[in-house]
């Protein structure tokens, strides 16, 4: 049960990434949240599966720190790109191109989805104003971009408890899947700040599917036109979209180290 793994980061979200097409290893529920745990584990936000495919170059394949599959990772994405190089990926959420570039690397990610039924919610309602609210924070636009989201836009980003708000938004009944959290203050029409409280892994240093998510909403509403650059608490992404194409995610992303492990010190 001995294999090697990747550390890899894309502006400070972590991951452990395991190449299961050279080494093999069974994962699990129980698994994953293992090998996250940042004091008896290796430690990561989320944990990278690479497998063979059918339909792609390779599968990705993607849990989070508490343990649950997802269907997408923007910024896991990139880091592949480092790792192996230009590809087509099959994923949950659908196939995407990656490819390492002088920024790092650049993903396409597919053409977002708007429909309720799409993030999805619970029960009809309009995604580009939705008519809910948290305390101060109002009618967001939810998009799915391989993975669900929705955008809430501040005056003021630092005035929002994104700690305390960021998991209530998130396991609200509105969203059976549960739902990642984009709070984002416009800077001007080509910048955004933004901090998500992603689905599963908590407050993150940048989330790229985010990024990606909160450009693509503040470009429909008209707030924005792009390429927007969206800054994160861990960096920067920039990030391309026009009505019908496919979202491009561009930005670094970090080879940490090797090791290796003896997976079956974390459980079954």
């Known amino acids: 049960m001995t294999g090697r793994f990747h550390k890899m980061h894309g502006l400070g979200n972590d991951f452990v990434?395991?190449?299961?097409?050279?080494?093999?290893?069974?994962?699990?529920?129980?698994?994953?949240?293992?090998?996250?745990?940042?004091?008896?584990?290796?430690?990561?936000?989320?944990?990278?599966?690479?497998?063979?495919?059918?339909?792609?170059?390779?599968?990705?394949?993607?849990?989070?720190?508490?343990?649950?599959?997802?269907?997408?990772?923007?910024?896991?994405?990139?880091a592949l790109a480092v790792l192996i190089g230009k590809a087509t990926l099959a994923t949950k959420g659908g196939n995407v191109q990656i490819a390492p570039d002088d920024s790092g690397?650049?993903?396409?990610?597919?053409?977002?989805?708007?429909?309720?039924?799409?993030?999805?919610?619970?029960?009809?309602?309009?995604?580009?104003?939705?008519?809910?609210?948290?305390?101060?924070?109002?009618?967001?636009?939810?998009v799915n971009v391989g993975n669900p989201h929705v955008v809430f836009f501040v005056e003021d980003l630092d005035a929002v408890d994104v700690e305390r708000l960021g998991p209530q938004i998130e396991t609200d009944a509105l969203f059976p899947q549960r739902i990642n959290v984009n709070i984002a203050q416009m800077v001007d029409a080509g910048h955004i700040q933004l901090r998500t409280w992603e689905r599963g892994a908590g407050l993150t240093l940048a989330c790229g599917t985010g990024a990606c998510a909160t450009a693509v909403a503040a470009i429909r509403s008209r707030k924005a036109t792009g390429p927007v650059e969206v800054a994160m608490t861990g960096g920067t992404l920039t990030i391309d979209w026009r009505d019908g194409e496919p979202i491009r995610m561009t930005g670094p992303a970090t080879h940490v180290f090797t090791g290796e492990a003896d997976w079956s010190r974390f459980g079954a």
């Not at 599968?59 to 343990?67: A, E, K, L, V």
């Not at 008519?131 to 967001?140: A, C, D, F, R």
């Open 17 to 78: 990434v395991i190449d299961a097409r050279v080494d093999a290893v069974a994962m699990t529920v129980s698994r994953a949240r293992a090998i996250a745990d940042r004091c008896t584990g290796i430690g990561c936000d989320q944990l990278i599966m690479v497998e063979p495919s059918d339909s792609a170059d390779a599968t990705m394949r993607i849990w989070n720190h508490d343990g649950s599959e997802v269907e997408a990772c923007g910024n896991a994405m990139r």
């Open 105 to 142: 690397a650049t993903v396409e990610i597919g053409a977002p989805r708007f429909g309720w039924q799409d993030i999805p919610l619970a029960y009809a309602m309009d995604t580009a104003a939705m008519p809910v609210g948290w305390e101060q924070l109002e009618s967001p636009m939810a």
